[in-house]
């Protein structure tokens, strides 16, 4: 038997042993990670990264000749120790620098407790564009307001003034909401009607966007408010005028058919009083004045009129319902009627130079043209108004016969 075991190992002797695949790699790593492990146990010191459990001792006694200045700690000893010891120390080698950088503390303050304490200038406040909202947007360098015509078909009757803001604006009657995204200014519809009704409650900011405080002499905040209020509606003041109408929706007319009938003065600087004025100069049509005597217009009212007032007219407009006259002049030429021309010539001659004169829209129906005074004395039979135009129309008279075919449009007061 040993001598089989002997010649088996002698001929495995001369056979190559063939290592698995992994084998070498695996001794490899083995050899390497054994001599890293070797290397990191040599110079390993566990107490090298410890931090002591309790910080050492340190000492925050201030000298007697140390007084920090007023205006950056307050005279106490306890406020000023703990200033400079505030963090603990987490080291032997950090409290060594704290303890340097605290010597600098103290000779800086030191130093600096004669010199005021003074802050750094703000910057200017500047409001720049943003996102166009439908009751905001900012524009401060143009004079904060602009027209915003792509949304006007959300808000009432084509257009809103919309203002340039970072924030979103009160509500200018109760103060407790935001403006809504109908009424801009407001937060519903009774606060604005309110307005309308009262005015805004802060005179010195523009009459426009109500944002802004108004320029020296002026009653805008800038130049884009100011071409606004040119166009403004007369009632809310803010918003466009609808068309060639003259407020800018069926909310603003709701709230003059409540109020009404009352007037409203037309601005200085508004298209309908420059409007109202070249109609009149261009109607100083007579000959007993020259052009250069034309009265000088001080106000223009705009009267406002109840759907009362207005349904008579607007029933003698389309059916020719006649009514007896009541406001007629039983003295005049031609009978007892109301007495109008298309001269202003003619009408202010019937006025003192500080009178007024009503501009008036009237429905002449069928016209009985007469040629000379007193060919009739009354409205003819068949017929619904007279006309008489004396000295080829620069003194024409126009006689209505009755209350309903005229309703009064403007005011006109002179200096």
């Given at each position: ?14 056979v190559?042993?063939?290592?698995p695949k ?5 001794s ?54 703990s ?48 996102a ?11 004079g ?6 792509s ?36 937060c519903?519809?009774?606060c ?24 020296q ?7 884009t408010?100011?071409e606004?209020?040119?166009v ?10 609808n ?11 709701r ?22 004025e ?15 005597s ?16 207005q349904?008579?007219?607007e ?28 001269a ?24 009985k ?31 209505l ?12 007061i002179?200096?």
């Open positions: 038997m040993p001598s089989l075991l002997l010649a088996a190992l002698t001929a495995s002797a001369s190559p042993v063939v290592p992994n084998a070498k790699k695996s490899v790593k083995k050899k390497k990670s054994s001599a890293l492990s070797s290397q990191q146990t040599s110079n390993y010191n566990p107490f090298k990264f410890m931090v002591p459990a309790t910080p050492p001792a340190y000492s925050s006694t201030l000298p007697a000749s140390f007084s920090p200045p007023a205006a950056v700690f307050p005279p106490t000893d306890a406020t000023t120790r200033f400079f010891d505030r963090g603990s120390l987490r080291s032997a080698k950090t409290s060594r620098s704290n303890r340097s950088l605290s010597s600098v503390f103290r000779s800086a303050l030191a130093a600096s407790a004669s010199v005021p304490v003074v802050p750094p200038p703000l910057p200017p406040r500047k409001l720049t564009p943003g166009l909202q439908d009751f905001a947007a900012a524009d401060y360098t143009n904060h307001s602009t027209l915003n015509k949304s006007s078909q959300n808000l009432i009757s084509r257009g809103l003034a919309s203002f340039t803001s970072t924030t979103v604006q009160r509500c200018l009657v109760c103060r407790s909401r935001p403006g809504s995204r109908e009424y801009t200014i407001t519903c519809l009774v604005f009607e309110k307005f309308c009704e009262d005015g805004p409650t802060d005179l010195r900011k523009c009459n426009v966007c109500h944002c802004l405080p108004k320029l002499g002026q009653q805008q905040c800038g130049q408010c100011a606004t209020a040119k403004a509606c007369l009632v809310c003041k803010f918003r466009p005028r068309g060639k109408h003259d407020l800018c929706g069926l909310t603003c007319k709230v003059a058919m409540r109020l009404a009938p009352f007037i409203l003065e037309v601005p200085h600087d508004h298209t309908i009083f420059d409007k109202v070249r109609h009149f100069k261009e109607a100083w049509k007579t000959s007993s004045h020259s052009p250069f034309i009265p000088v217009i001080t106000k223009i009212f705009k009267i406002i009129e109840n759907e009362d007032f349904r008579p007219y029933l003698y407009r389309f059916v020719k319902f006649r009514k007896r006259v009541d406001v007629a002049d039983p003295g005049g030429a031609f009978g007892q009627g109301i007495y109008t021309s298309s202003s010539g003619k009408a202010y001659d019937f006025c003192k130079e500080d009178g007024a004169l009503l501009l008036s829209k009237v429905v002449l129906g069928r016209v043209q007469v040629n000379d005074w007193y060919d009739v004395t009354s409205c003819p039979p068949g017929y619904d108004s007279v006309v008489f135009d004396h000295k080829n129309g620069t003194r024409n008279e126009t006689i016969y009755s209350d309903d075919a005229i309703r009064p449009v403007f005011l006109i002179f200096q």
